[in-house]
């Protein structure tokens, strides 16, 4: 392990690598440091570029985007009380207080130096675990991998915002995207209605750059003019972000505990298929709050509650890592992108991937880990001058952000039909939002689709026995993980209604 | 009595399922396979069709109860809606443009036209700055993706390029 590793990193700190991942890093601060602008949308700008890379260099690029977005978004959380992206939310919760209390620069620095070590702590996970679990995963048979995928739909649209029924129709609806087409055993066509165009199918990148961007950019034009938090922060963006290193290192350190549950909460959600590092973020600030001596201290910017929420966030992006690279399942919508990458350049993601393209796989661990450092360089260097980028007008990001997303669709396949189907669920990603219906099942419909069919047609050619789903162990044991999730998610939402009604009732 | 919107989606999300559901029996079925290529269509519009119908019975249920309307973020003001519709217009038109026009033009155009409908530039140098970012953003697309990373770009009919 250690020898392909250390060739990795020899390969990823030579400059053709090197450059793109710098790029990628320093692209992911800047994303990640623009309120409205997510880890995802800045991971689909991205894409078009990676097109004509290599696929070392683009996923190196992917790779940076999603290390240096998880960080950047404590720089405005910090500074200004607005966080960057989602998961920078609970950061703001202690960072703020912190820097607004005369401390700027400890505060953002407590922030950079847990996400440096949460995130290398995150690529320990990775790198140890992804092979075992991939070895796992190449003894599932179908039946399995079905129920898996039945699991992970079921947990996301249990988890997700919104009812459960809006989860479930979420996911129904991506699952009924890849329906259309063909049939992927015998290549009938399906529900296309002699139509040319749906014949084709509705290819997935330019879909979930669809629903994902379109939905994104017009919920932030509809917000513009509307008065932001943290305008106060605003003068704290002249100050200066010095602070000891050294002081700042020993006081992350000193709490040993404290950083290491909050990276376990941070890679645990990052493995669970659809829950991004907003929720790793939150929970882990809850945990810590809770297991902490002195809870009153939280929210009046404690160190405590900025390390337990960065070192999580960055956490999150080794969990998710792991889940793409042993199963060939996205954890979230940025690594989704990152498989679409993967397989616009003919790389078969899954179980055998870390075996079959062991270059390829170490030099991702490499680029993850020496992303860390590149991320602290360049929020050392920049992380004011990240201030001013965030004043970027959004009349002058959107169209600039949709024409790369043309650019992204349109060389999927070098068709218009892609840049079509962009448009087409561009429109549908922004209703089922405004209509409150959450986007993360429906990627995940999108995304495992097509593998839930093929897996349920081999187990029934395989054997045509339904009963071996639940009689196979393993197979049996995800289905009931994935009817507990549903039922745990009916009782929150019971518990929650009742409460709601008590309140109302005793108001 | 009267539907929410919430009803109102469960209602299209059933009826959409029940006529692809309808469909998926008239697919063939293959010679080799168990299953046909409904097979799994039906199952899953199926649950689909019954989570529509929840939503639908959930929403009847609320508004029989008087409750709070479920659903959604709060609705936007008329001039957001309407500048929502606008972009998306705009969008639609650029779409339809870039097979005529090529992907240069119809960008420039597009980058002109979506910049003032976002926000209304109102100095002359905002102007200004507003024609730049239009014509730099297409020449830079061009320049990075087709001239050094080899990534096509749409061509138009009348243009040629």
Known sequence: ?507 | MRLGRDGVIGLICFAVSLALLVQSFSLPQLPLTPVGPGFYPRIVLGLLGMAGLGLLLQDLLAARADGPVSGGEPRPTAGVHRRVILLFGIIAAYVLLLPVLGFRSSTALFVLALQPAIEWPVTARAWAAVVAIAIATPLAAYLVFEKYLLVLLPRGSLTGW
């Open chain 1, 1 to 507: 392990m250690l020898e392909p590793l250390g060739n990795g990193i020899l390969t990823i700190v030579q400059w053709q690598y090197l450059l793109p991942l710098f790029l990628g890093t320093l692209i992911g601060v800047v994303g990640g440091a623009l309120p409205g602008v997510t880890i995802t949308l800045t991971i689909i700008v991205l894409l078009p570029f990676t097109f004509g890379l290599d696929p070392l260099q683009g996923l190196a690029a992917m790779t940076g985007v999603y290390v240096g977005g998880s960080a950047g978004g404590l720089i405005t959380a910090t500074l200004l009380g607005i966080p960057g992206t989602p998961s920078a939310i609970a950061t703001t919760f202690d960072g703020f207080p912190m820097a607004r209390n005369g401390e700027p620069g400890r505060a953002i620095w407590l922030g950079i130096w847990s996400s440096f070590f949460g995130g290398l702590l995150g690529g320990l996970f990775l790198i140890l675990v992804t092979g075992p679990l991939a070895a796992i995963a190449l003894r599932f048979g179908p039946w399995e991998y079905f129920s898996l995928f039945v699991l992970a739909l079921a947990m996301v649209a249990g988890l997700a915002e919104g009812t459960l029924l809006k989860g479930l129709i979420s996911a129904g609806i991506g699952l009924v995207v890849t329906m259309v087409g063909s049939d992927p055993i015998g290549g009938i066509p399906r529900f296309a209605f002699d139509s040319d165009f749906l014949r084709g199918g509705f290819p997935f990148l330019p879909v979930l750059i669809g629903v994902f961007a379109f939905s994104q950019i017009m919920t932030d034009v509809e917000s513009l003019g509307r008065p932001k938090s943290g305008q106060a922060g605003a003068a704290l963006a002249r100050s200066s972000l010095s602070a000891s290193h050294l002081k700042t290192i020993g006081e992350i350190l000193g709490r040993p505990l404290l950083l290491l549950w909050s990276t376990v909460v941070g890679i645990l959600i990052g493995v669970l298929p659809a829950v991004g590092g907003s929720a790793a973020n939150m929970l882990a600030y809850d945990q810590a709050k809770k297991l902490s001596s002195h809870p009153d201290r939280f929210g009046k910017g404690t160190p405590e509650g900025i390390i337990a929420a960065e070192s999580a966030n960055n956490a999150n992006v080794g969990g998710s890592l792991v889940t793409i690279m042993a199963f060939g399942i996205p954890g979230d919508a940025v690594t989704a992108v990152m498989l679409g990458a993967m397989t616009i350049h003919g790389i078969q993601s899954g179980p055998l991937f870390v075996s079959q393209n062991v270059e390829l796989a170490y030099g991702i661990y490499a680029a993850y880990i020496v992303a860390h450092p590149l991320m602290v360089a360049i929020m050392a260097v920049s992380a004011l001058i990240m201030l001013r980028v965030t004043q970027v007008r959004l009349s002058v990001l959107a169209p600039v952000v949709l024409v790369l997303c043309v650019v992204g669709a349109y060389a999927v396949g070098n068709t218009m039909s892609s840049v079509y189907v962009l448009v087409i669920f561009g429109a549908v990603g922004y209703a089922l939002v405004k209509t409150g219906f959450p986007l993360a099942p429906l990627i995940l419909g999108l995304i495992l689709g097509e593998q839930i069919e093929l897996n349920l047609v081999r187990s029934i050619m395989t054997d045509d026995d339904p009963w071996l789903f639940v009689t196979r162990p393993i197979s049996g044991g995800l289905l009931l993980a994935a009817a507990l999730s549903v039922a745990l998610s009916v009782w929150q939402h019971l518990r929650h209604a009742s409460r709601t009604r008590k309140v109302e009732a005793d108001f």
